[in-house]
């Protein structure tokens, strides 16, 4: 199995971060930690570098871009504005063991009120770009995040998928915790892009994430936690963690009426063809 996007670099995981990753290693949970700042891209380097089977993905979230009070599934936390500084996010992406630029996108969630919105999602798309840019440079696949306003839960969708086919990443990549419109999907499947569950397929009652799912080519469907946050049933109202990966796995696994062992093998060699790596 494999976690592909996690945050246990973050400061939610100060104090345990080693005993978190052994916990997934010691059940072959491969980890993908993924920066959202400078900071953060460093620290998912050095437990990449520390650790077998933990790779890092570098990039400045669309949320790090203006400084907000941020509260997530109960945990609060404050962003503090940052540049993109192309040359040392080039430096960082030459580490060994970077496998991907991100997560980079558009989050027009916490914007959405505020006077200088449009300026704000055109800073967004400029970044973006640039991150598109570098992965190219570097010949590495994308982690890409969307997250729309409440009033309009396809906008930042649309407006992606607009900016891809404007820029296109040469080496593909996956849209993380994708939400958006069903129909889109074979729309982000052309653009060489994979889509990536989590633990929300295990609570959603919407249904949407299951018509997601079934819309996603077998050979696009990546698994992930993004851990701290949506934690899957039956550990609701904990922190997530990648140990909890299988959670994914076993529900994929239930709604097409597959067996585990099938959508585990299936899900990590689409990982590893993705990101060109070698778990097996």
């Not at 993924?34 to 400045?60: C, D, H, N, W």
């Not at 916490?110 to 570097?138: G, T």
């Not at 891809?164 to 915790?177: F, I």
């Amino acid at each position: 199995m494999i976690d592909t996007h996690a945050h246990v670099n973050f400061s939610t995981f100060k104090d345990d971060a080693d005993a978190v990753i052994q916990s997934a290693l010691d059940k072959k949970i491969a980890i993908i930690n993924v920066g959202s700042q400078i900071s953060t891209s460093r620290r998912a380097v050095e437990l990449a570098a520390k650790y077998p089977r933990v790779f890092a993905a570098i990039g400045l979230h669309p949320i790090q871009l203006q400084d907000e009070e941020v509260i997530e599934e109960g945990i609060t936390f404050t962003t503090r504005k940052e540049e993109f500084n192309y040359s040392t996010y080039k430096e960082l992406a030459k580490q060994k063991h970077v496998i991907a630029i991100g997560e980079t996108g558009l989050d027009y969630y916490h914007i959405q009120e505020r006077p200088e919105f449009k300026e704000i999602v055109e800073d967004q798309k400029k970044v973006f770009h640039q991150h598109i840019d570098l992965a190219n440079e570097m010949k590495l696949p994308m982690i890409i995040h969307t997250r729309s306003g409440k009033n309009n839960s396809d906008a930042a969708c649309i407006d992606i998928l607009s900016e891809l086919r404007k820029n296109k990443p040469k080496y593909g990549g996956v849209m993380h915790c994708y939400a958006g419109p069903p129909e889109l999907i074979k729309d982000f499947v052309a653009l060489d892009m994979y889509i990536s569950f989590n633990g929300i397929l295990t609570f959603d009652k919407t249904g949407l994430i299951e018509k997601i799912l079934f819309s996603t080519p077998e050979d696009r469907i990546l698994t992930e936690t993004d851990c701290p946050y949506l934690t899957p049933a039956p550990y609701r109202g904990k922190r997530n963690e990648p140990a909890y990966v299988d959670f994914v796995v076993s529900k994929i696994a239930e709604l097409k009426n597959r067996e585990f062992a099938e959508i585990d093998l299936l899900t990590t060699r689409n990982a590893e063809r993705l990101f060109h790596i070698a778990l097996q």
